[in-house]
Each structure stands twice: as structure tokens, then as C-alpha cells.
């Protein structure tokens, strides 16, 4: 069974439109300000699908630009852009690596299935340690840090990060699965 998974150059592309343009639409909240930020997940996603680091190197820099646009458009106004913004540079590539690993153990099975949801709760943790993490030590928006106070922190927020990042990555493996099993179909009645 292969345990690997890879796009061809023009279906790369495909998918990065498509991440950028989810991207885009969820972080900065352009048409739905309810929408959850996305980030996350094509974080990981990108890491699957699209695993040269230029790629995540573009990433980064669109994920800055609409953080800039967004702060623009509320006149400056940022409760997180500080100082300690740059812990997201090593937090989404967290995520980017676990979903890189993920790409190189892939399978359709149920060891498959736990390799997905491992590659994505420990890429969200490591995330959530590093940006968290960072924004609560060196932000300056906490008074009286100290690490009892940062860990239950992490145990608040953390369940909700996960959740929302595991639902998009799920609605992503049901429209990957529905592509890959059309794509067979549509070779099989090619070649009957």
C-alpha cells in the first residue's frame, strides 16, 4: 500500500488557490465575521498537500499581510500584534510539519485514520504551546505571569483551538476522500 500522497504540479496549484482563498476569507473575516479563523488547519493542510517550504514561506507572508490589512482597516487597533507575533513563524510551521509527516504516512485504512488525527492533535498542541505560549510570556498584555497560570490557560483555550481546527480538517479529508474516490471511479470507466 502506498504510504505517501502527492499532487501533481498543476492540481498544486489548485489546492493552493483554494487554500489561500479559504485563508483569506476566514482570517480576515472579509464576508463572515463569525466564521472561525481557518489559519490552522491549512497550516497543516498545506503541509499535505503542498510541501516545498516556499510554499509555506508564502503562506506566512499572505497570513502577515491580511493581519496587516485587517489592523489597517480598524485604525491601527490590534489586541494581538505585538511583540510577540513572530511565535507564530515556529507555531504554523509546527502544523505545517505535522501535516508534512502526515503526507509521507499515508494511507486510506484505519491506521491511516489514526495517523491523520495524531499528525493533527499533536501539529495543533505543539501550535497552541508556541503561540499561546508566546503571546502569554512576552505580549505584555499579562500582569502576573507565572506558569500555573499560563497552564490553565492552555487547558481553556486549547479544547476550543482544537475543535475548530480538527472540524475544518475533517470537512477537508471528506472532500479529499470524495475527489480521490471520483478520480478512480473516472479512471475505471476510462479504462472499461
Known amino acids: 500500500m502506498d504510504t505517501s500522497f502527492s499532487l501533481t504540479r498543476q492540481q498544486q496549484w ?3 488557490g483554494l487554500l489561500l482563498l479559504v485563508m483569506a476569507v476566514t482570517r480576515s473575516h472579509i464576508l463572515l465575521s463569525h466564521i472561525q479563523d481557518a489559519s490552522w488547519a491549512i497550516f497543516f493542510l498545506l503541509g499535505f498537500y503542498l510541501r516545498q517550504p516556499l510554499g509555506l514561506v508564502v503562506f506566512l ?6 493581519d496587516l490589512l485587517v489592523i489597517e482597516s480598524s485604525a491601527g487597533e490590534s489586541y494581538c500584534f505585538t511583540v510577540a507575533y513572530p511565535f507564530l513563524l515556529p507555531a504554523y510551521t509546527s502544523l505545517w510539519l505535522a501535516g508534512h ?15 491523520f488525527i ?3 492533535v499533536v501539529g495543533i498542541a505543539v501550535c497552541d504551546m508556541i503561540a499561546s505560549g508566546g503571546f502569554y510570556w512576552f505580549s505584555g498584555r499579562f500582569s502576573d505571569v507565572n506558569v500555573a497560570t499560563f497552564v490553565q490557560r492552555l487547558a481553556t483555550y486549547t479544547p476550543l483551538y482544537m475543535k475548530t481546527t480538527l472540524l475544518y480538517l475533517g470537512i477537508a479529508a471528506v472532500i479529499h476522500l470524495a475527489v480521490v474516490q471520483a478520480g478512480r471511479f473516472k479512471a475505471q470507466t476510462y479504462h472499461s
Open 14 to 16: 489548485v489546492v493552493g
Open 118 to 120: 495524531a499528525a493533527a
Open 61 to 66: 507572508l499572505v497570513a502577515f499581510a491580511i
Open 101 to 115: 509527516w502526515f503526507a509521507n504516512h499515508y494511507r486510506e485504512d484505519i491506521r491511516g485514520l489514526f495517523y
